[in-house]
Each structure stands twice: as structure tokens, then as C-alpha cells.
């Protein structure tokens, strides 16, 4: 199978069912700003960070291929059978924050993003993340979208913000904390 095929030369790809649309349809927006989402996790889990927290990552890109695939499927065309989100996802990202947040401090002031290459991609993340979830709700406006998709990209934003304070947390770097001028 060749990587290129030419066929997007003019400005146009092809959804899974075939339909032909401009590369900067929201749906194409879409899919894309969550394959962007799936590389920066990578980048994360690519970090010193705890195996469990790897592990987490891992099946989120495993999800973020699924919502992808069904983000790439035209809903009125497609035939294909592509893997579903399950609540359990859901769930298990909620979990997984609970967790964290046991041994987190309370969170009593915004946080700015940094104080580790780690940290920094986990808040860059989940901006992408945000900007996925933000897409989505608009392509849900025009088309059918499963609303798990749109839960999903939701919690997992707040799960990104919560494995950033628990990085930070683990290496002992301090938040820091937004103070506002008054």
C-alpha cells in the first residue's frame, strides 16, 4: 500500500462511506486536531512519569484512534464496522483523577502552565484537547456525533489537567500558582 495517493492534490479527502469533502471541512478538523491530541500524549508518555500513569496514556490513544475513526466516518455513507466508546472510558478517566487527586493538595488558585517539560505537555495536551472537544461539539451541531465522543474529550481535558499537578507533584515541582494584580 502506497502512502500517497494523490487524491487529496485539489483540496479534498475522502470520509470512511466515501463522501468526498474540502480538507477544511470540521469534520476533517475534527479528526485531525485528535490525531494532534494522540501525538502530544505520546510526547507526555514519552517522559520520566509512573509506569500507571504510561499505562492510562497508552489506552487513551487506543480511544483517541476510536473517536477518530467514528470522527472519520461519514454518518449517512458508512458501512464500515469501527470500534465504540464505552462508558467504562469514561469512567475510567474519572477514576484514574480520583486517584490523583488523594494525594494532591487542594487545588486553591489557578495554575499556570510549566515548571516541567512534563508538566508544560501535559497542559499543552490539554489545550489541544480542549480545542478537540470545542470542534467537536460545533461538527455535532451540523451532524450526528456520538455524545460520548464529546464526554469523553471533556473528561479527558480535566484528566490532563490532573496528571500535570500529579507529575509536578511526584518530582516535587511546585505549581505555579496564578496570584492576580489587584
Same mark, same amino acid.
Given at each position: 500500500?502506497?502512502?500517497?495517493? !494523490?487524491?487529496?492534490?485539489?483540496? &479534498?479527502?475522502? +470520509?470512511? /462511506?466515501?463522501?468526498?469533502?474540502? !480538507?477544511? %471541512?470540521?469534520? *476533517?478538523?475534527? #479528526? ?17 512519569? @509512573?509506569?500507571? %500513569? !504510561?499505562?492510562? +496514556? ?22 464500515? *464496522? *469501527? ?21 494532591? $493538595?487542594?487545588?486553591?488558585? &489557578?495554575?499556570?502552565? /510549566? /515548571?516541567?517539560? @512534563?508538566?508544560? &505537555? ?9 480545542? @478537540? ?18 464526554? #469523553? ?5 480535566? #484528566?490532563? &489537567? ?11 515541582? $511546585? ?8
Amino acid at each position: 500500500m502506497k502512502i500517497y495517493t !494523490k487524491t487529496g492534490d485539489k483540496g &479534498f479527502t475522502s +470520509l470512511i /462511506g466515501g463522501t468526498r469533502v474540502a !480538507k477544511h %471541512h470540521i469534520r *476533517i478538523e475534527s #479528526y485531525g486536531t485528535v490525531d494532534e491530541l494522540n501525538s502530544y500524549i505520546g510526547l507526555v508518555s514519552d517522559h520520566d512519569i @509512573a509506569a500507571r %500513569h !504510561k499505562e492510562i +496514556l497508552k489506552q487513551v490513544q487506543d480511544r483517541l484512534f476510536t473517536i477518530g475513526s467514528s470522527l472519520a466516518s461519514d454518518p449517512e455513507k458508512s458501512k464500515m *464496522i *469501527i470500534p465504540d466508546l464505552h462508558m467504562a472510558d469514561i469512567e475510567l478517566l474519572e477514576k484514574e483523577m480520583d486517584l490523583m487527586n488523594e494525594q494532591l $493538595p487542594e487545588l486553591k488558585h &489557578f495554575i499556570l502552565p /510549566g /515548571g516541567s517539560n @512534563a508538566v508544560s &505537555f501535559c497542559h499543552i495536551a490539554r489545550c489541544v484537547c480542549r480545542r @478537540a472537544e470545542r470542534l467537536t461539539v460545533h461538527l455535532a451541531e451540523e451532524s450526528t456525533v456520538d455524545e460520548k465522543v464529546t464526554i #469523553y474529550l471533556n473528561r479527558l481535558s480535566d #484528566y490532563l &489537567f490532573t496528571l500535570a499537578r500529579k507529575v509536578g507533584h511526584d518530582h516535587n515541582i $511546585p505549581e505555579n500558582q496564578w496570584i492576580p494584580r489587584i
